[in-house]
């Protein structure tokens, strides 16, 4: 029987990014797994603190980040955004670099799609479509939420977040683990503490 995953993630969140490689992963390795990753708004979700200009200088850099890479995503057809995000991820998450023109045609060009659609990370237009996005996962879920979201046969998570990409027998256990958590009627919320972003080596 296939599983069925949606993963809802936002371009600056290195959480999401996590969780989108260790799930992408699990599906290269089962062929009864689907994920289908699919756009949220860190933008969005902050909206009202953007506009009352209460974030720090490190959160509004972040909200930057969040904001040209969800309209440079929105930008494309739905099929190119999974390979889009990844080609983005690894350049935000891993050589921690702005989203800047250079970098979007850099990440358009290694996934075969038009360079001159790096103009799209400055072009307010778009930001109907990462809105729309929002307010799709938003649903979803059935509540306001951050990312990442999971969906698993249709029934939505927050999380898992994870601080590092768990392979071999801890990936699918995890895997598994979340499957069951999502099926269950009765389950709500379970979290333990953490501090930090997670560490990525991989992508």
Known sequence: METRIDCYVDPACPFAWATSRWLTDIADQRVDVTVTLRQMSLVTLNAEAIAGGEMDPSMAHHMDTSRAGGRLLASVDPSHFAELYA????????????????????????CGLDPGQAAAIDDPTLDERVEAAHAHAVRIYGESSGTPIVAVDGRALFGPVITEIPTGDEAFELFDAVVVLAHSSSFAQMQRPRSGPPTLTKG
Do not use: F, K, N, S
Not at 90 to 98: A, I, K, W, Y
């Open 87 to 110: 080609a983005l991820g690894r350049r935000v998450h891993l050589e921690h670099v702005d989203i800047t023109a250079d970098v979007a045609r850099d990440a358009l060009t290694e």
